[in-house]
């Protein structure tokens, strides 16, 4: 969502707190507290600016979590090759 440019409201949960910053990038509320899960979706459609503050950041904070498949998977297949080579050396 955050790369679509679209606000996250998120649980305060381990991980998410240390990653994301309340009123920065995300909006973070207790899982448990629906009366402020509520309040906080309200803020969120009525005011523009944060809309706008949140969508800016978190399009902007995302881009430093991106994983590249054209990265990935050419090193798992070079790790994969390696792991045979070892292995038809350890059997002959």
Request: aromatic share 6%.
């Amino acid at each position: 969502a955050m790369s679509c440019g679209l606000p996250v409201i998120v649980s305060k949960s381990v991980g998410a707190t240390e990653i994301l910053a309340d009123q920065q990038n995300a909006l973070l509320v207790d899982p448990l507290d629906a009366e402020n899960i509520a309040k906080t979706i309200v803020t969120l459609m009525t005011d523009s600016e944060l809309y706008t503050q949140l969508s800016h950041n978190g399009i902007n904070f995302v881009q430093n979590y991106t994983w590249e498949a054209s990265y990935c998977i050419p090193m798992l297949k070079k790790l994969q090759e390696n792991c045979d080579r070892n292995e038809l050396n350890r059997t002959n």
